[in-house]
């Protein structure tokens, strides 16, 4: 079982600049994608960055495009969100996962950290 631990949240105000990062340990041979969903309450969980090495492809969910930016380490199995002109509507609480490849389910998650933005 992949294990995946999360830190960086917390509360910002409208504006600021916060920085997530993940790292998995266990099994991750073969999981050659990692990424960082949210989710606040009532709503989906939905796929905000995600980066897979073995394609060398990103992916930006249409709203976070220009603010947050998302690179991590493969050999270290290690992921960071960069998370700039943060909004209100970016509160919400990240889960880092992993996957065999995007486009795949992700399978391996997170506890997830909360991220707070006041305005």
């Known amino acids: 079982q992949v294990h995946l631990v999360e830190s960086g949240g917390g509360l910002v105000q409208a504006g600021d600049s916060l920085r997530v990062s993940c790292a998995a340990s266990?099994?991750?041979?073969?999981?050659?994608?990692m990424g960082w969903f949210r989710q606040t309450p009532g709503k989906e969980r939905e796929l905000v960055a995600a980066?897979?090495?073995?394609?060398?492809?990103?992916y930006y969910l249409d709203s976070v495009k220009g603010r947050f930016t998302i690179s991590g380490d493969s050999a270290k199995n290690t992921i960071l969100l960069q998370m700039n002109s943060l909004k209100p509507e970016d509160t919400a609480v990240y889960y880092c996962?992993?996957?065999?490849?995007?486009?795949?389910?992700?399978?391996?998650w997170g506890q997830g950290i909360q991220v707070t933005v006041s305005s």
């Open positions: 996962a992993t996957s065999k490849e995007l486009g795949r389910p992700f399978s391996s």
């Open positions: 980066i897979d090495w073995h394609h060398g492809i990103t």
């Open positions: 266990g099994p991750t041979f073969g999981h050659s994608a």
